[in-house]
């Protein structure tokens, strides 16, 4: 058994979306120096408050795992003369390496025999170790902003007041700086704020909890849930939920308790979207919900404190959300006065992006591109599309929009409909910022599909246009999101759209704006595109190969490649699969750098494999492109080009492709590429990884 190794450090209030990662960083962080310091542990766990990071290493070994070390010296040859009897060079390298020369090893390397001294180094002891580890664990914390304060050179989330460092009972003793290591933690900073010894996790767990901190995360969670439920029971309701608000509340607090406010009814008649910002967003309060669903005029706030008297904190909390709904009352009232149609000029005067225009060249453009991809749709709809486009960003320059950014879309939508917008219309103004997120909700509409296609679509081309396109990990476009937002809506709707034909009608509407070369900026987006659906696809459980063997050979169709990619899989199956693959592999080894675009002359024919082969060609060609491939039968399309089989492998068997002469050698080269094309229609089989 090994010593239990706990550190907490104690701070000002961290903000809450930090901690998280903070937590998994201390468990890797610490894992990778014991691993590298040759020591073994039990289980790491880590947990935190806003006041405090927490770390505990369960069964820490006491000391360094022993270590053999190796050092080649001279070769055998140079270290020993003819008569095997040590040279000056044996000699001193012996005596460099502190050993006698007859404690020299003899190894056998890629470059012969060398001596080589082999020493086995004890371990240190653990506690000796610690002091530098715990000081570079806790510096190395990455945190989105970090600070200095006072007169001192360290940098972390919040000011450090104090660190607790035991292993097996005993000081960790270091310092940073001001702050010296020690036994001693402290309570709930206004609850019970004086400091207590601790002796080890458990103690440290059950005094913490004594003086007002839950410092397991997943136990304040678990409170916050059951308190929350409790007092919405007494309106007969239940508290909304939200992972995300319950997430951010659970690091917000170290002793949750939850209490009952309520608001004026009158505020219902707000959208619901607009009182859930309020509460939620702003005041990090759980909206309350009626047995159907409906909102009722509570709330549950999670205070930090037990108080004496939750009336006054419940009275304050409730003078807040008032003034916040009084003043979303008033931007909604103001906001309606102007129809939404007429606040499209506004835009005018609203900067998109400083290389990119306005935002109302942007909705000029988009709407532009919808009414392109509409007729591609369903011509029927393109008077809808367009008013939906036309409105799509009419209420950005809105009050309500300018305090509550992340309601654009929802007050369009509400403003049209209360504005007499027809209902399907209005529903598609939000629906165009659809998805928000990965795996997130989907336009329903087409109105909301193709404008929410040409909106992003017109960002993406934009964007690259002017070479601002994601690097490494930075995307601050969210040009990422948008692309697979495409993608997901075209997959969901079953469009079948030309990609290609999109990005090149994009960049002609921002021809004004672009700084690269049109040719240059649809390049790098259809890979950029292709990078998604390759990364869409392999998140579906797709194989990495299939995916590869089918957008290797063109992603214009979204829809058709993954058609292709299920074929293909399903082909998997058939008992032609590997004959055929291996088959299109041997064509695609004898045409490679090749050109193979020349016409195929029969009269050049001089066996009568290829004869056959030409013959068979043509008559699997009429069908896959005649039938299969535009009725998106691409399965049969592989069976009839797995007839092939037999007549491809005949033709290699029996003809010599690369002869002398060039008209006969360049006859039969255009003939396997025009094989190798037809194959390619459905995937590039030599791409596919297959066994056996």
């Not at 509409?374 to 393109?382: A, G, N, R, S, Y």
């Not at 494999?609 to 299969?628: C, D, F, Q, S, T």
């Not at 009725?631 to 690369?658: G, N």
């Amino acid at each position: 058994m090994g010593k239990e190794l706990l550190l907490e450090i104690g701070t000002e209030e961290i903000p809450a979306a930090f901690l998280p990662k903070a937590m998994e960083a201390m468990a890797e962080t610490i894992k990778r120096a014991f691993r590298e310091g040759r020591i073994s542990h039990g289980d790491v766990i880590t947990m935190s408050t806003p006041r405090r990071l927490i770390l505990c290493v369960k069964d820490v070994a006491e000391k360094q795992e022993d270590q053999v070390v190796e050092k080649l010296g001279p070769a055998k040859a140079v270290a020993f003369d003819e008569k095997g009897e040590p040279t000056k060079a044996a000699r001193g390298f012996a005596s460099s390496q502190g050993l006698e020369v007859k404690d020299l090893l003899v190894v056998k390397t890629e470059k012969g025999e060398y001596v080589c001294a082999r020493k086995t180094l004890s371990g240190v002891a653990t506690a000796s170790l610690l002091p530098d580890m715990l000081k570079e664990l806790i510096l190395s914390l990455p945190f989105p902003k970090s600070m200095r304060w006072g007169n001192f050179n360290i940098r972390f989330a919040r000011p450090i007041h104090w660190i607790l460092a035991l292993f097996g009972g005993e000081i960790v003793s270091f310092s940073l700086e001001y702050v010296k290591s020690g036994n001693e933690s402290r309570g709930h900073r206004f609850m019970s704020p004086h400091t207590f010894e601790v002796v080890d996790f458990n103690d440290y767990l059950k005094k913490t909890k004594a003086n007002y901190v839950i410092c397991d995360p997943e136990e304040r969670r678990k409170i916050i849930l059951e308190q929350a439920q409790k007092v919405a029971q007494a309106v007969s309701g239940r508290p909304m939920e939200n992972e995300k608000l319950l997430e951010e509340v659970v690091f917000l607090v170290e002793y949750p308790v939850a209490l009952l406010g309520g608001f004026d009814p009158l505020f219902l008649q707000l959208p619901r979207e607009v009182l859930t910002t309020c509460m939620m967003s702003h005041q990090k309060y759980f909206p309350v919900l009626g047995e159907e669903g409906q909102l009722l005029p509570y709330f549950v706030t999670i205070a930090n404190t037990s108080p004496a008297d939750a009336s006054v904190v419940i009275k304050g909390n409730e003078k807040v959300i008032r003034a916040r709904l009084t003043d979303a009352q008033f931007f909604f009232d103001a906001d309606l006065k102007v129809p939404l149609e007429k606040r499209l000029e506004e835009l005018k005067a609203v900067t998109y992006h400083r290389l990119l225009g306005t935002s109302y060249e942007k909705v000029e453009r988009f709407r532009a591109l919808a009414r392109f991809i509409v007729e591609k749709v369903d011509v029927k709809l393109i008077d809808r599309v367009d008013r939906v486009a036309f409105l799509a960003k009419a209420d950005l320059n809105t009050q309500m929009v300018g305090e509550f950014p992340e309601l654009q879309g929802i007050m369009g939508r509400e403003y049209a409909k209360h504005q007499g917008e027809d209902p399907t219309i209005a529903q598609a103004i939000y629906e165009h910022y659809l998805p928000i997120s990965a795996g997130g909700e989907l336009p329903k509409s087409d109105e909301g599909a193709i404008v929410s296609i040409a909106d992003k679509l017109d960002t993406i081309c934009g964007f690259f246009g002017v070479n601002l396109p994601p690097t490494g990990t930075a995307d601050p476009y969210a040009l990422r999101r948008q692309a697979l937002g495409i993608i997901n809506i075209i997959l969901a709707r079953g469009y079948h759209l030309n990609l290609a034909e999109l990005i090149d009608y994009s960049l002609h509407l921002l021809k004004d704006k672009i700084t690269e070369s049109p040719e240059t900026v649809k390049e790098s987006v259809m890979e950029f595109f292709r990078g998604r659906l390759e990364n869409y696809l392999l998140s579906q459980g797709y194989r990495a190969d299939m995916v590869q063997a089918v957008i290797s050979t063109g992603i214009e169709d979204l829809g058709r490649c993954v058609s292709r990619i299920k074929a293909l899989l399903k082909f998997t199956e058939d008992s032609s699969f590997l004959p055929l693959t291996y088959a299109f592999k041997r064509v695609g080894n004898i045409i490679k750098g090749q050109t193979t675009t020349g016409a195929v002359n029969p009269n050049l024919f001089q066996a009568m494999e290829e004869r056959r082969l030409w013959e068979e060609y043509l008559r699997v060609e009429e069908l896959v492109r005649g039938i299969y491939l535009p009725k998106e039968d691409y399965l049969s399309a592989l069976k009839e080009m797995a007839s092939l089989r037999e007549p491809i492998d005949a033709f290699f068997d029996h003809v010599l492709v690369m002869v002398e002469e060039e008209e006969i050698r360049v006859n039969r080269i255009s003939l396997l590429g025009r094989i190798a094309i037809m194959f390619r229609l459905v995937a590039d089989f030599s791409r596919l990884v297959v066994e056996g």
